[in-house]
């Protein structure tokens, strides 16, 4: 195990093990300082599985990945997983993906076996380090410097958000903050119900599924034979793609429905604007594709600046995500980076 913030040459050949941990698959890599994965493998997690094998396969995966580190030094090892995290002691509290991981304390039991400093962050957080380190938030032009305080919100299946601000994510006293999807926009009672247990909370409205129960439900007002209705009768169901397909080519629906969720993203990322002042947003996930895919994101630039309280809260850029599939690995070692750091100014 070795730390330096004496020697940046020695620093800028360290290498970073990184997990991002998902639903079906354990991910991860060897990454270095310039965010170059140098090696990846993955693991099923095993269906039905306890706690004990899923750690103890997971753990021989990031053995193997320290194995395939070579003569390079390793920092540590950053691991990205959906759900709260507790802030003090790393416990996973609540694991969406993998229920059967409540309750591990990961760095307890991997730090041993590898010989290495562990940390585990909740993966839209870390996402959004990712982002700021080596995607979105990197600086690209002379205007746009490196990134002060990024807000990151991937619209997907769900709506997940992180905020960095000075190069540290932003976690909260639970380690759940940001939870910029579950944000009420549409406070009258018939708004439509969230996964979390509330209603019209954004989540409730832009996410992908959201946007295809939207489509489903207004069916009945659409045209015999328009897309949205042969997407329909096609699959017996409709999907956020769908609808951003059935509105390029028209369909009054889909276009009443993208509209609908465009409003809906501007009311909150307008909120995002005047709560974090960040000055640059990244939005990420497959409902974001489809705003591109319609050339939308400049109105929801628009609409969020007009909504933004202050001078102050306009100095923004909004751009898409750009580290693709490796953001959760990418954002693992961002954190390895991040921690190390951290470490080396407190000396
Ligand atoms: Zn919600």
Redesign the pocket.
């Known amino acids: 195990m070795t730390t330096s913030g004496s020697n940046p040459d020695f620093a800028e050949s360290q290498v970073a093990l990184a997990m991002d941990w998902g639903g079906t698959w354990a991910r991860a890599a060897v990454i270095d300082r310039q965010g170059q994965l140098l090696w990846q493998g993955r693991v099923a997690n095993e269906p039905g599985a306890l706690q004990d094998e899923l750690v103890e396969a997971a753990g021989s995966l990031l053995l193997e990945a320290r194995d395939n580190a070579g003569e390079r030094s390793i920092a540590g090892a950053g691991i990205a997983l959906a759900g709260s995290i507790d802030a003090s002691t790393d416990m996973l509290l609540s694991s969406p993906n993998l229920p059967a991981l409540n309750g591990v304390t990961l760095p307890d039991v991997w730090q041993p076996m590898l010989g290495m400093p562990v940390w585990v962050g909740n993966d839209a957080n870390l996402a959004a380090l990712g982002e700021c380190y080596y995607g979105a938030g990197r600086p690209d032009l002379p205007e746009n410097p490196a990134a002060r305080t990024l807000v990151f919100v991937t619209f997907s299946t769900g709506v997940g958000a992180g905020v960095v601000d000075g190069g540290e994510v932003f976690i909260g006293a639970a380690g759940a903050a940001a939870e910029v999807?579950?944000m009420t926009i549409d406070y009258r009672a018939d708004a439509p119900p969230?996964?979390?247990?509330?209603s019209g909370?954004l989540?409730?409205l832009a996410s992908g599924t959201a946007i295809g129960r939207a489509a489903q439900a207004r069916l009945a007002h659409a045209t015999p034979g328009a897309p949205l209705q042969l997407a329909y009768e096609a699959n017996a169901t409709i999907t956020g793609q769908d609808v951003f397909d059935a509105a390029e080519r028209g369909d009054s629906v889909a276009v009443e429905v993208v509209n609908d969720a465009v409003t809906a993203i501007i009311v909150g990322m307008g909120n995002v604007l005047n709560l974090f002042n960040p000055d640059v947003v990244v939005l990420g996930g497959g409902v974001t594709q489809g705003l591109l895919q319609l050339g939308l994101l400049g109105r929801i630039e628009d609409g969020m600046r007009r909504r933004a309280m202050s001078s102050g809260h306009r100095r923004f850029r909004l751009v898409p995500a750009t580290l693709g599939d490796s953001q959760g690995l990418v954002g693992g070692a961002s954190l390895v980076w991040a921690k190390t750091e951290q470490q080396a100014a407190l000396g």
């Open positions: 999807g579950h969230c996964a979390c247990g509330n909370c989540e409730a």
